[in-house]
């Protein structure tokens, strides 16, 4: 009975990590299992305690989930700020109405900026920012509340910075990598487990390990339909 392959190199970290872990809880409900794989199973089990306290520095150290809420946080702020200026094309004062029309004009040459990546809203942001001090200051300030969003759109175009500038910083210290490598020792180890497996079926019969490959072909088939997935801004 042959152990079903498992596409190791499809899974994110989180789950290659919870695919390793099960598979070691596994081999433990069968002592027989553990005490016919000896020194391979002792070598998995070390190896994944490794590859454990990666993902444990990776879990602390993520910035991701940060930047994308601070991302969010920018994005209302730019959405107010042009919801705000299109809600005074309508004002009943003229300079008001003719300062939202110019400034409706002025958003609309840098297209959609919530929907670009982190850099390319970061310096869409920074260079409207720039306009709306400079030549447009006028026209902001002939509209009630801008300010206040420009405030907004400043502070958090600066967090959203600062954390991608931190991201940037922790990729230099390699952790990743550290990730990759530890991976190939785990996965290298998972398949000589495997193979000890089946090559204990062919010269002993399966009778006794029919469960256990059951249960480990169940596992591999959960795992073999998680794919990678990016969101919209991933880098």
């Known amino acids: ?7 190791l190199e499809n899974l994110r970290n989180e789950a290659h990590y919870q ?3 099960a598979v070691i809880a596994l081999a433990v409900k069968y002592p027989f299992i553990v ?3 000896g020194d391979l199973f ?8 490794k590859e454990d306290e990666v993902v444990d520095y ?4 993520d910035y991701s989930a940060k930047i994308a809420d601070a991302d969010q946080r920018l994005d209302n702020a730019v959405t107010g700020f042009s919801e705000t200026v299109r809600g005074a094309l309508r004002h009943f004062n003229s300079v008001v109405a003719d300062a939202a029309q110019s400034l409706v004009n002025l958003i609309g040459t840098y297209g959609n900026i919530i929907n670009k990546s982190y850099d ?3 310096a869409a942001v920074t260079n409207l920012l720039q306009e709306l001090g400079g030549a447009y200051a006028e026209k902001v300030n002939a509209i009630s509340g801008l300010s206040e969003w420009i405030a907004e759109i400043r ?4 967090n959203v910075a600062t954390l991608l500038a931190l991201r940037t910083a922790e990729k230099a210290g390699k952790p990743q990598e550290r990730m990759v490598n530890v991976r190939r020792e785990v996965d290298a180890a998972y398949r000589g487990v495997v193979a000890k497996i089946e090559a204990l079926t062919i010269v002993e019969g399966e009778t006794e390990y029919v469960p256990f490959i059951h249960e480990l072909n169940a596992l591999v088939e959960h795992f073999n339909k ?3 997935h990016k969101t919209k801004k991933e880098e």
């Not at 009975?1 to 596409?7: E, Q, W």
């Not at 002792?42 to 305690?49: E, I, N, P, Y």
């Not at 990776?58 to 150290?61: C, N, P």
């Not at 502070?155 to 600066?158: G, K, W």
């Open 120 to 122: 390319e809203e970061l």
């Open 155 to 158: 502070d958090a175009s600066e």
């Open 1 to 7: 009975m042959k152990v079903n392959k498992v596409y």
């Open 58 to 61: 990776i879990r602390k150290s």
């Open 42 to 49: 002792a070598s998995l089990q070390r190896l994944f305690t």
């Open 19 to 21: 695919f390793i872990a």
């Open 35 to 37: 005490g016919k794989l």
């Open 226 to 228: 998680i794919r990678p």
